[in-house]
Each structure stands twice: as structure tokens, then as C-alpha cells.
């Protein structure tokens, strides 16, 4: 009669010496994942795959506290909340171009929006006192950890009376009516067109920006524009629906005329 030994497979279980130093590059670097803390154990020697270092990290999950926390401050002041953001749209030749938007939160209206190649701390300071020079200044400005964000853009932000309030790290969602508005920019504009510059994505912008804050419904606006758009009524049996062209023909606004 035959013994069978099975022999297991996949990597050994690594030492604990390895594994405790895993932990602690974990806990003494609380932004760093598998790929970090294994790039630094291969400086050190350590003959060990990402996959293995992932499997030993801890989970972290949510804090549920701070998540609450969040969503009170968000519902009680969203009427004096304002947000600003930054995305990337690469142009024909495969430059990257910087747009930068302020929204409002109860509204979800944009209350600026510029396009750059080359954001610095000064452009956004310089975008900040053009937006708000002849509107009503919000409570509270929402922006993340980008180091656009440096602390002069924070200095200057109090200087406006405007108390600036940073997300946590990695966590989009603090700041997810921009996130929004960055997903249906895209969604509805930037995924049709091909961006030439500067000028084009400017041009383009303005006019979504305009059609977004008057014409176009929300969801959570109980189907209202940021802007607001009157009920328009049928006058008589000669007043028919016509279509009038919104973002290059993107898009389209409805409205009654009476028609020949």
C-alpha cells in the first residue's frame, strides 16, 4: 500500500521577524499600502512579493464616528458650503491641461472655473479673489490634500473669512458633490470631443457651465437648474415644442413657440 504525501503549495509563510516589520512600516506610515512598504523592503534586502505583504497589512475599516460626523457637518451648513477641485483633460497632442472650479453645495451651482497648463498656489489665489469679488462669500470652502492646496491657498482662504476645511486623506467621497460635477463633465461633455487647447476647452467649459447652472435639471435639485428655470405654458394650439441647441448641440433646452 502506497503513502501519498501532499506537498502545499504556494509561498512559505514568511518569518515573523518579516512580518512584524510589515506591521510597523504600517502603523509609522499610515498613507503607505502594499506597494510602498514592499519597495522598502526590497531596498532592505527582503526577498518577499507585494501580493505577500498586502495579505499580512491590516484592514482598515471605516470609522463610522467620523463618517457621521461628516454628513451632520455636510446636511447642518451645506447652504454656506462651497468646494473647489481641480481635473485633468489631455489635449490632441497629449498635453495635460488643469481645469480648476469652485462649486456651491446647496445649489450645486458653479460659481467659477478657469483652465491652465501650469497650476501654482498663486493661480489659485488669483482664482479664488475672481470668484468671489462680486459674490456672496460661503462659510466654509471644502478642498483635498492636493499640494496645490498649500498652506499660503489656506492663509489666504481665512483672510477671505471663509474657514477652509481639508478632506481626509483618500477619501473622495468628503468632497463628493465636486467629484459630481467632475463626473457628469465628463459624462456630458469631455468624453465627445477631442480638446485642441486651451482656448477650445475654455470655450467648451463656458458654455456647459452656463447650460448646467440654467437649463440642465437636477435629481436633487426636485429637477431645478442651480439658477433656477421658470414653467413655461402652451399659449394656444399653434404653440409648438422646439428644440434650441446647448453645448455646441450636445445638448438641447425645450421651450413653446408658435410655429407657422
Known sequence: MHCFQFKKRGREKIDKETRNLIRQMSQENPTWRAPRIHG???KLGYDVSEQTVSRYL???EPDVGKIKKWLAFLNNHRKGIAAMDFFIVPTLFFKRLYCFFIIHHDKRKILHFNVTFHPTADWVIQQLRRAFSMNLLPRYMI??????FSSLVKETIKGMGIEPVRTSYRSPWQNGVAERWI?????ELLDHVIILNRNHLYKLLEE?????????THYSLDKEPPSGRPVLKRNSDEDNVIALPRVSGLHHKYTWKKTA
Do not use: T
Open 40 to 42: 522598502e523592503l526590497l
Open 58 to 60: 491590516s484592514k482598515k
Open 143 to 148: 478642498f483635498d490634500r492636493d499640494s496645490i
Open 183 to 187: 463626473g457628469s463633465c465628463r459624462r
Open 208 to 216: 456647459y457651465v452656463e447650460y448646467y447652472n440654467k437649463d440642465r
